[in-house]
């Protein structure tokens, strides 16, 4: 069946550094794309989307990479603060009923 | 401020019972979805609703309900037929996709416990 995946469960990374966080589909067919920030015991927060239509999309500190030909993007967080520990994961969408979300990547900021 | 409420937080089910979680939005959002987590996993489509009065099955429905007679509410029963319940509970909604906004939002969760 469909799935989406991480690359690596855990994460650590140093304060001010860069942050990468990856993520495979299986579905040639998605088209949408969503990355979330899930803190401890809480919902998940909307971080940036993309459609499938464009490789790469920017928001405040975050960028995300698309790359249709291997399935598979990535979250990048600039000048990581200790504020960004938080549990990521990522969403592909086929149709408007059918999202798929990834188990998550914990990333942990090194003060 | 508009939001996804979810309630109880927390919440304890004695084996045999039945239990309902909350969810209401005011965000005039037309579809909603309950989502279970459990850890490390992805999040599992329990039930969704496009629409009031109508609602489909996910890929977990056995054991839950729903119903969806306000546009604003949908409420989820975690029947005692769900023989694994524990687990954190999320909420979600979204907008017609022909807005062109396709943001799936998340209500802050529900944890229940069997004891």
């Known amino acids: 069946g469909e799935s989406v995946g991480l690359h690596l469960p855990t994460l650590s990374v140093q304060e001010g550094d860069n942050s990468i966080i990856n993520c495979a589909y299986s579905n040639s067919a998605s088209d949408y794309f969503i990355w979330y920030k899930q803190e401890s015991g809480k919902g998940p927060q909307f971080i940036i989307d993309?459609?499938?239509?464009?490789d790469k999309r920017q928001g405040q500190r975050v960028t995300v990479l698309l790359n249709k030909t291997v399935k598979h993007l990535s979250l990048q967080i600039a000048a990581t603060q200790p504020g960004d520990s938080a549990v990521y994961f990522c969403a592909s969408e086929t149709s408007y009923d059918k999202v798929i979300f990834g188990p998550g990547t914990s990333l942990s900021v090194i003060p | 401020d508009g939001g996804i409420t979810q309630s109880p937080k927390y919440l304890f089910r004695k084996e045999g019972q039945n239990v309902t979680l909350s969810c209401e939005q005011n965000?005039?959002?037309?579809?909603m979805y309950w989502y279970r987590q459990d850890p490390g996993q992805g999040l599992r489509l329990i039930y969704y609703s496009q629409i009031v009065n109508d609602f489909q099955k996910g890929d977990i429905a056995e054991g839950y309900s729903v119903s969806r007679e306000k546009k604003e509410s949908f409420p989820l029963t975690v029947t005692s037929a769900q023989k694994n319940p524990t687990a954190f509970y999320l909420c979600?909604?979204?907008?017609?996709?022909?807005?062109?906004?396709?943001?799936?939002?998340f209500g802050e969760g529900s944890w229940l416990t069997v004891v």
């Open positions: 993309i459609r499938s239509n464009m």
């Open positions: 979600a909604s979204r907008t017609d996709p022909a807005t062109g906004v396709n943001t799936i939002y």
């Open positions: 965000l005039n959002h037309d579809a």
